[in-house]
T-cell receptor
Framework: GAVVSQHPSWVICKSGTSVKIECRSL??????MFWYRQFPKQSLMLMAT?????????EQGVEKDKFLINHASLTLSTLTVTSAHPEDSSFYIC????????????FGPGTRLTVT | AQTVTQSQPEMSVQEAETVTLSCTYD???????LFWYKQPPSRQMILVIR??????QNATENRFSVNFQKAAKSFSLKISDSQLGDTAMYFC????????????FGAGTTVTVRA
């Protein structure tokens, strides 16, 4: 099956700094990527939809200035958490939609962010 | 907006036995997909099974099968011959066939398989 990678898998940063998370589709082109946030033992919450070459669409309640999303190519989307605070600590997951099989989404392994 | 409800927060099953997870959803759409995803302790999301709403036949994947009742908006997952590796959190998800392809997830059911 198709593979999606995320980097880093775990990051610790200090409060007030910014951190970038990368999401790559390794063996297919993804015109659309999605970013989710997950708290322990809870479900995935969709944060935003990232379309290659256009601005991301954010879900209601998600601060677009805090969570900057860039989808610069058909295989790479990045999420930058700006001015991070301890409440931003969470597990962030991306998924990529296969441009050919439109119903198929492939998930990355996730990134654990800890803000101290 | 679509709502997906999983009413069982936790379930426990003996190895080799069968467990059924329930899922209901609310939608006015007629054309959509339903999914079951598994999230083991590694937290990697894994697709277990997919059902197209226009197909009446229930999907099966080896030991995993669904009972899709479109009129009742119900989509349960049956795990047969449970194995220790099935221990995970299971999420039911809905996707309407449209331009956005967004997944709406249920709250999840934690399944523990006992040896």
């Amino acid at each position: 099956g198709a593979v999606v990678s995320q980097h880093p898998s775990w990051v610790i940063c200090k409060s007030g700094t910014s951190v970038k998370i990368e999401c790559r589709s390794l063996d297919f082109q993804a015109t659309t990527m999605f970013w989710y946030r997950q708290f322990p033992k809870q479900s995935l919450m969709l944060m935003a939809t990232s379309n290659e070459g256009s601005k991301a669409t954010y879900e209601q309640g998600v601060e677009k200035d805090k969570f900057l999303i860039n989808h610069a190519s058909l295989t790479l989307s990045t999420l930058t958490v700006t001015s991070a605070h301890p409440e931003d600590s969470s597990f962030y997951i991306c998924s990529a939609r296969d441009s050919i099989q439109d119903y198929e989404q492939y998930f990355g392994p996730g990134t654990r962010l800890t803000v101290t | 907006a679509q709502t997906v409800t999983q009413s069982q927060p936790e379930m426990s099953v003996q190895e080799a036995e069968t467990v059924t997870l329930s899922c209901t959803y609310d939608t006015s759409e007629n054309n959509y997909y339903l999914f079951w995803y598994k999230q083991p302790p590694s937290r990697q999301m894994i697709l277990v099974i997919r059902q197209e709403a226009y197909k009446q036949q229930n999907a099966t994947e080896n030991r995993f099968s669904v009972n899709f009742q479109k009129a009742a908006k119900s989509f349960s997952l049956k795990i047969s011959d449970s194995q220790l590796g099935d221990t995970a959190m299971y999420f039911c998800a809905f996707m309407k066939r449209s331009n956005d392809y967004k997944l709406s997830f249920g709250a999840g059911t934690t399944v523990t398989v006992r040896a």
